[in-house]
Nanobody
Framework: QVQLVESGGGLVQAGTSLRLSCVVSGRAFSSFAMGWFRQEPGKEREFVAH????????DYADSVKGRFTISRDNAKNTVYLQMNSLKPEDTAVYYC?????????????????WGQGTQVTVSS
């Protein structure tokens, strides 16, 4: 059984940084491409970032491009989301997700496995 466990969320002030981690167990981590999504109360879950299985290619939502960095360590079965210059509008529950193959890696339906989420709150 594949499990994804996020950590690293918290309450921070605008302009500061956080790093989220997501540890994957139950199957070879390198077989998954990975994504980060976020969701605010009452809103749909939205794409944040994606990284390929090798880590060689990444992509970001326009709202976080230049501020967030996705990376992975296949030896540690972990994907990271470094979030810099945080803004109040970044406040959400952040989820990591794993997929085998892709037609549209920006879409929620493209992912097979999900973590439980970690809350990020940015105060102004």
């Amino acid at each position: 059984q594949v499990q994804l466990v996020e950590s690293g969320g918290g309450l921070v002030q605008a302009g500061t940084s956080l790093r989220l981690s997501c540890v994957v167990s139950g199957r070879a981590f390198s077989s998954f491409a990975m994504g980060w999504f976020r969701q605010e109360p009452g809103k749909e879950r939205e794409f944040v970032a994606h990284i390929t299985r090798s880590g060689g290619t990444t992509d970001y939502a326009d709202s976080v491009k230049g501020r967030f960095t996705i990376s992975r360590d296949n030896a540690k079965n972990t994907v990271y989301l470094q979030m810099n210059s945080l803004k109040p509008e970044d406040t959400a529950v952040y989820y990591c997700a794993a997929r085998y193959s892709s037609t549209n890696y920006r879409a929620v339906y493209d992912y097979t496995y999900w973590g439980q989420g970690t809350q990020v709150t940015v105060s102004s």
